[in-house]
């Protein structure tokens, strides 16, 4: 397929740029199985947006198609991968193994490989120590005391746990392909640390996967890990998603899904110590996840007894919660960001995040509880006073405040500090002052202007009465006089 018109300049005007252009809608079209969004793969989306199809062709045409994604492989054009032979060459040693098959040993003897199955004295026999036979003897042996399972050190390697097979997001498959072209996208609304766009799914795993492949797992808590192995972490995330660095909130998105990712990879490791018979067992077998010198340090805290008496005091704080959430792997930002889509306030996300689906109820009595006494003030105003403003006045009330926190809306959401707040409502005050002032300032000025047209009156009225006393003071000697005539 021509792809030539993908560098073309004139965009408006080429006739080549416009058949080009509905060539790859026709494609995307067929591709998208009846929606009307797909990503867009302009140069300043880079298929990280999935917009209305109508919309990807005005980008296309006013900011230009990348020109790096040559292969269209998100809109329905077979990906085709091409082979360098200098670097991967295919090497078949088929017939090397069989060699080393037929003379029962692994050791590196001269070997005439036109004969690959040599016979007589061109190999000498097989010392016993490394004969299939001692293997499965050295199998058979226990490494320990009281250890029932075949792990000679021998064999050590082939009994660890092999890797799982992991499914597209755990293997960062979209990621990947996503990468080629640039720097992935990432939506954070101001307030919060997370990510609410369709890509944090991505951006979790592919920080999981940088901690997993770069941070010394030795270290306790992600407070004791030295800042420079910080900084080359965060150069990772910053090097594989757009991120503003010169925002506070950006920053702290970053640092605490490396915290969280760092305290799950301890979590999982852990897990695995604890399946272990016992802690001899667990040093002896080892894990594949970390390097063996690490998970000797790991087991040596986790087999103290202080670690044991924290993690029981953890255990029983955990079973006294009352109160759980249903998000399971979506974070709070999304939920929140899919719920303000539909204008619906924070009651009602509480009561999204804490009720089962599968039970048809709410995971606790303690939650339901807290969602009726949120109901039930609400239900206590006018209806026309039930604004999102409201709710989420009513939604902190009843959870109530806790420094550093947000309370009902997890970790990833800022929260108003004691201080800021304080602050606001002094900005509140003064501005309430201000216009009391002005409020004053302007019924003082109404006031001064009334008074004055009240001693215009007044004045006016006072020439009327003097105008009206003399006429009627004329009238009654107007009036004598007649009557002195004899003519009333």
């Known amino acids: 397929m021509d792809k030539s018109w993908m560098n073309l300049t004139d965009r408006l005007l080429s006739p080549a740029y416009a058949e080009g252009v509905n060539t790859f809608l026709t494609l995307a079209r067929n591709h998208s199985r009846g929606s009307d969004r797909i990503r867009c793969p302009c140069r300043s989306c880079c298929n990280n947006l999935f917009l209305p199809i109508f919309n990807v062709e005005t980008h296309l045409f006013i900011k230009g198609i990348n020109p790096n994604y040559t292969q269209w492989i998100f809109h329905g054009e077979e990906e085709t991968r091409s082979f360098n032979d200098d670097d991967d060459k295919y090497i078949d040693d088929m017939d090397h193994m069989l060699d080393d098959i037929q003379a029962g040993t692994f050791v590196d003897v001269p070997r005439d490989h036109s004969n690959p199955l040599p016979t007589g004295g061109s190999i000498p026999d097989a010392p016993p120590s490394s ?33 799982k097979r992991r499914r597209g997001p755990a293997k960062c498959t979209e990621f990947k392909k996503l990468r080629k072209h640039g720097k992935v996208f990432l939506k954070i609304n101001d307030g919060e640390t997370a990510p609410c766009c369709e890509n944090a799914s991505m951006f979790t795993t ?9 941070c010394d797992m030795s270290y306790t808590r992600w407070t004791d890990v030295p800042q420079a192995q910080k900084d080359k972490l965060i150069d990772c995330v910053r090097g594989d998603f757009v991120l503003d660095w010169d925002l506070e909130n950006h ?25 272990y018979g016992s802690h001899e067992e667990a040093l002896a077998s080892g894990s594949s996840m970390v390097d063996p010198a690490i998970w ?55 009561k999204e995040t804490r009720w089962s689906k599968k039970n048809g109820k709410f995971v606790t009595s303690a939650t339901e509880d807290t969602y009726k006494e949120m109901v039930g003030k609400l239900d206590d105003l006018e209806p026309e006073q039930r604004t999102d403003e409201v709710a989420a006045s009513v939604f902190r009330e009843v959870l109530g405040h806790r420094p550093g926190y947000a309370r009902g809306l997890g970790e990833m959401v800022i929260p108003e500090s004691t201080r800021q707040r304080d602050r606001e409502q002094e900005k509140e005050y003064l501005a309430l002052i201000e216009k009391h002032r002005k409020d004053a300032d302007n019924y003082k000025t109404q006031v001064d202007e009334m008074r004055d047209e009240m001693r215009v009156l007044r004045e006016r009225q006072n020439e009327t009465d003097k105008m009206l006393k003399a006429f009627f003071d004329n009238f009654s000697s107007f009036t004598e006089s007649l009557q002195a005539r004899g003519e009333t």
Do not use: M
């Not at 592919?206 to 770069?214: D, E, L, P």
């Open 296 to 350: 000797v340090k790991l087991c040596g805290r986790w087999g103290s007894d202080d670690f044991k008496k924290i993690s029981r005091q953890n255990r029983e704080n955990r079973k006294r919660l009352t109160i759980n959430h249903t998000a399971g792997r979506k974070s709070f930002v999304r939920i929140l960001e899919e719920k303000r889509a539909t204008n619906a306030n924070l009651v009602e996300f509480y």
């Open 206 to 214: 592919r920080v999981k996967q940088i901690v997993r492949q770069h």
């Open 251 to 275: 920053r702290l998105t970053v640092l605490k899904q490396l915290r969280k990712r760092f305290n799950a990879f301890h979590h999982e490791l852990h897990k695995k110590y604890l399946s």
């Open 131 to 163: 004969s299939t036979d001692q293997l499965l003897e050295d199998a058979r042996c226990p490494l320990f005391s009281g250890c029932t399972d075949a792990t000679s050190p021998t064999v050590l390697g082939a009994n660890q746990e092999q890797p």
